[in-house]
């Protein structure tokens, strides 16, 4: 594992926990953790449960003894070691976003596929596919449950960012982060509205939003994080996107990803309506599942709470009995369960880094039209 | 009208509105409003809308161009007004609790079903059975839509007495109210447990309990309400009753009444499980009605949120199109459509006197439980 | 009263109920209702409560018994109505949106000011401001509860048309509605954000989309319903809205208006974030009112439930013990009050002909982007 | 480890995952399971990540690299492995109800009196207490939050034994399992609710209920489980406890533990309400908490949903970021962080085996209660 912020917790604690409900084709072994600050990366991989430690990805990657490369690493550093883990034959699970920009997850999309053809599988980590209210809402729309799909509504609200004080960390600056909450979260509002619909967006037209347009800087920084200082420095990012989009199954979609939404902590609400039925999903009741079914008698329909903490419901037969809740990081549990499955049975994991590149085309594009007065632009438009 | 207090206005907003949104077959004319204090009476009526006041109830039981006698007096006074006009000929409405005692209650039963056998009809508002999403519950239960019923949760929840310095109004005074929350809304709770289960208690065990045992007693008393003394006197009805009951269809149900839950302002919600679904309904989302049917695929099963807003629900034709909600206030409307159709019409209006008496009954029995130690008395102990 | 549809009824309920719960300085008489169906009008008078009609409604205009017009007819009537009343000396209230067009609603913004001049009063319908819980929102934000405020997601979200089967009704037809879910209900959206957060939108970037875009013509025509053929034809207005804008206290919103939104029967959600909190409210639960405060210890802070019923809450004191719910209807009753008040203390009553008319300039500006690629336009754009 | 069931993954589970998001000043080690079928032992040390396994508890006791003891078994068993444990010097974590009936719950209580005059400590299991949500509840309860507190409502609501078709496992036969709802999940009940208020039961009235009185015998058992025969056998135990008690510090409360309420699958919910607010939990949305302050300003009050998920609150800064969700099995990690804490530093941890015996005497008084006609019984009644 490359990186040991929040996502090498929560993965980690996947490759650690999914042997454990799972039956997996082969067991993960948590061999090595490589961060830049030897120290650091010892603290880590002791807190984590990683065996070794070393300061360069290389180092990884040109280890016999190593199977497969998870990336978790900010955004700038994942096209470089991607690429290298891939051609030196090793799978590779990637945190999203795939990249910063286009062409860095071209490239990464072009080395995946020639991977492939050696039976080596590429990932990007769109976790939030695998909470299992999300796949099981995949699955009723593939299964005509809301009839023809129209509308869509993905918002991914959280506010940590509404305190002008919180400092200029990597995430608030565009060199670094890509984009800010488009890049951030967006990303998986636009994964999750085209995986569920399993239509993919065309063109969109968006606006971008800075409400608070400077920030301390950080005095000293220490891996990725620090302290802020009295001095202020440029936001370089959004706080806000806002976009509507066009799908290529006919449906049409609103979006919204916000660090600013004041209450809402990790609020990523999917609602999708369709001919004949509707469904609505939020991640702060991730157990829960909304579904309204219009061919139902007049006088009993309505949205349906459903709980999906049955055995019927996808991942759910491995974890505890019904009504027993899940959390966030099982979503880690499942992508790690999932990959192992592909990888061991010689199949294209998904997300692949085609889909990444795809969504970093969606939020380019977003940019563009940002840039260019919300005029529309096709997703596909740097091509 | 007899009476002009809080329910005095419910009643009249019932009795001017229903023409207005359904088709009735006769029109209610809203003539004459008794009051003791004669400028008080004379106020309300002028903005409650009636024509004429009287000081005395039995002016109203003696007027020939009179039909029907509107009850909406504190309990103590119900059985003389009720059998007095019952007996001259008048329909009677009368508000629930339908007496402070048993023995009362019997009695205005008894002249009820006199005065039915010369086509003068009685009924007692028990209002909330017409709040459309009950009213469907019960629909939904007859049908067969939660199978055999097991189990029922009925709690009716207030707060208005949490306060010490609330004063000792004739509610909290046994001698006028007969009991507290028991009879207040307990009685609520009994009426509509057993309407929407189709089953009647048969016995029940019950405690009581007063957290507040003094208030201030009212210095000047003006009408129904005053203003507080510094003197404290004994409060001697209940603020909490909690019982159990049998059912003669086999079910069991726990009820609480009380009005010392802070933050429920309002809270009547009942629950009803049975071998193949439930239902579920808050008074403080009274256009809602929670139904799971346990037939459905496994997958799909959860409570249904179901908006009774449609036209096929119950009442809801007359009203606004999907989805415009009703108020508090519209039960009184549906109560009053439905007692005009069935006197006009020569029936019986539900609920009857002898239903009344029923749940004065189970009132009285958890009162003597509460008495000897929570053991079972049977509903119909009395006799 | 001209027009005796849906909203003819609620207005009615309006008049007939406010001086039974509110104090009016005078009260309202009922008189005489227009339709142009004399048949059709003497039913609605007869149902709805009014002493004559008419089938003109110059007659209403000429008549000096009349002090006050109520205009709820469909929105291509609304210009020649407002202005001939007004010119007349009589009191307007208009039901929104105020015209079908900016030219057409400046025209009535116009005569609405030279009327004021002499004390003859004109307001436009915008009803949900009157919800108490809307109403408190206003107050909440006013009162700088939230802060600076940064962000509204106003959605307003209906079903009625999902079906193909639905006829081609004169809601369906430009010439007659002016546009579709954009005007009928993306109208109450954009008055109720400006209305809540106190900013007015400058500028917009929109699309519009129609999904279904041929339906059954109606064969005959009953006032404004009838019958539907086998014949199709074109829809010419808009499914859905969807439109971002800038405020001009430098609030952001996004905005969306559908009648396509499978499961969503009336549901207007709103929601409102500033530097120090939000508010958020939905008229499924039109007695509630989420609102958070971001200054409180950080272990308590959450959205509250405010339940909207309490006598400090607008308009409440003039109705039920708290708790007891409101209906969608009430709306009508306080604004009845609120125009009486206004025009018999000779204040201008709110919303003026002057907001109605900035509502239709960017009702315009949303038609004008949406017809422009999305481009953003000034919603004084017109001028 | 004795044993392997549900609660042996679930343990297993904590022991593995507190030390990578704790610091523990002590790193535990799973070294040995304990199973009567070896080869079922063996799978499940295999699937939890056991080094070991045997078949006889004994081996567990006398081996001198163990020091604590893990009792996961069914009720009938935990009275002399805890004690011959505690004998042997070893810390014991039991599972809850600590014994099947008062008399074995005493001998543990007195043998961990003992034991911990020599620094080893024994521990029950009622994990839900650190459910953060529930931990927090108790702070505010404590803290004065909510004031003198008057009510307690604990429902915990499951309906897996609805279908008659679930056969009769151990779990529905009185030797084997003690009770039946009662102390499986009612035990749960009586426990949270004097966490959270501080306040202990003092006497009892109560009732319970068998609607399915027979059921399909198991054919084969195959550890904890087996196949249904055709043939029927009785159900000694309870579907469902209704009791109400009062706390020694005045309050009272009502609480119902039943496996037939269709539709919850696990919703245990408490609310607590005192002189100045109320709490209100349930454990289908484990990560909120309900909060009511009866002394914030009138038109500002309602209840408020906190996300349990700020550094703030208690075990949520060594998880993920606000807004990230927790899971049923997190309550096992911060139970094994607690006991191990308290062992390795010599304290007591809680709840303790005279914790235990309590709540164990509670489900007696009910029993016996229920036994004699819902009179009132003492929870000390035993002695």
């Known amino acids: 594992m490359i990186g040991y912020g929040f996502m090498g917790a929560a993965h980690s604690q996947g490759w650690r926990v999914a042997p454990r409900f799972f039956d997996l084709p082969a067991e993960p072994e948590m061999t ?9 990366a010892k603290a880590a991989a002791e807190k984590f449960g990683w065996a070794e430690t070393a300061t360069d990805w290389r180092d990884a990657v040109a280890r016999d003894d190593i199977d497969v490369i998870d990336i978790v690493t900010p955004g700038d550093s994942h096209v470089d070691i991607a690429i290298a883990a891939l051609e030196a034959g090793k799978h590779v699970l990637c945190e999203k976003p795939l990249a910063n920009t286009v ?9 995946a596929e020639k991977a492939a053809a050696k039976g080596v599988y590429a990932m990007v980590g769109f976790t939030y596919r695998r909470v299992p209210a999300a796949t099981f809402a995949r699955d009723l729309v593939a299964s005509g449950a809301i ?10 609200l959280q506010d940590w960012l509404v305190d002008p004080q919180v400092p200029l960390a990597w995430r608030l600056q565009k060199h670094l982060a890509g984009s800010g909450a488009l890049g951030d979260i967006g990303a998986h509002a636009i994964d ?3 995986f569920i619909t399993g239509q993919k967006l065309t063109s969109v037209s968006g606006m971008l939003e800075t409400f608070v347009k400077q920030r301390p800087i ?22 806000l996107a806002l976009f509507t989009g066009r799908f290529d199954g006919g449906a049409v979609g609103s979006f919204e990803a916000t660090r600013m939404s004041t209450g809402r902590k990790n609020a990523f609400r999917i609602e999708v309506s369709g001919s004949k ?18 061919t139902a008698p007049a006088d009993r329909q309505g949205f349906t709470r459903i709980l999906v903490t049955e055995p019927q419901h996808p991942y759910m037969e491995a974890w505890w009995p019904t009504g027993h809740m899940l959390g966030y990081e099982h979503g ?3 992508q790690a369960r999932d990959f192992v499955v592909s990888v061991v049975e010689g199949s294209q994991p998904t997300p692949s880094f085609a889909d990444g590149l795809q969504v970093q085309q969606v939020l380019e594009a977003v940019e563009q039209s940002a840039e260019s007065g919300s005029s529309w632009v096709a997703t596909s438009g740097t091509d």
Not at 147 to 156: D, F, I, L, S, T
């Open 192 to 194: 999750l509205a085209q």
């Open 218 to 239: 950080l005095a000293e920084v220490s891996g990725l994080s620090g302290t802020a200082s009295d001095e202020l420095g440029d936001v370089t990012v959004d706080d």
């Open 103 to 111: 062409e860095e997850a071209r490239a990464m999309a072009d080395a």
């Open 332 to 334: 880690f549990s499942h």
């Open 32 to 40: 090595l953790l490589v961060g830049r600050n030897a120290e650091a």
């Open 277 to 294: 039925g509707a469904i609505s999903f939020d991640l702060e009741s991730l157990n829960e599942l909304g579904f309204y079914d219009a």
């Open 147 to 156: 009839g023809e799909v129209r509308q869509v509504r993905a918002n991914y």
